[in-house]
C-alpha cells in the first residue's frame, strides 16, 4: 500500500473536502485523520514514564558515545 499525504486546514468542521488527489475512480483508499494540534495520548505518556522509570533504574548500564561507536564498526564489520 503507497501512502499519499496531503496536509489542509480545516474551515467547517461539519465538512471535508479533499480534492486533487491521485487516486482512480473507483479504487479503493484508506483515509486517517491526524490532528497537529492534539494532545499526546495516554499511552504516549505512560511509555514515557516507563523509559524515565528505566533510566532512573541503578541497574541501567551506562554506555559512553565511543562504545556506541565500536558497536557500530563492529556490526558493520560483520562481527
Known amino acids: 500500500m503507497s501512502v499519499y499525504r496531503k496536509q489542509i486546514i480545516i474551515q467547517d468542521p461539519a465538512r471535508l473536502v ?3 488527489l491521485p487516486f482512480s475512480p473507483g ?8 490532528s497537529e494540534s492534539l ?5 504516549a ?6 523509559f ?3 533510566d532512573k533504574s541503578p ?4 554506555i559512553s558515545e565511543e562504545e556506541i ?7 558493520r564489520a560483520g562481527k
Do not use: F, G, M, N
Not at 27 to 34: A, K, L
Not at 45 to 50: I, V, Y
Not at 59 to 62: E, S, W
Not at 69 to 75: G, T, V
Open 59 to 62: 541497574d541501567v548500564r551506562r
Open 39 to 43: 494532545p499526546k495520548t495516554e499511552a
Open 27 to 34: 479504487e479503493r483508499v484508506e483515509i486517517q485523520i491526524e
Open 69 to 75: 561507536a565500536a558497536e557500530i564498526a563492529a556490526y
Open 18 to 20: 479533499l480534492s486533487d
Open 52 to 54: 524515565e522509570q528505566i
Open 45 to 50: 505518556h505512560e511509555w514515557k514514564a516507563l
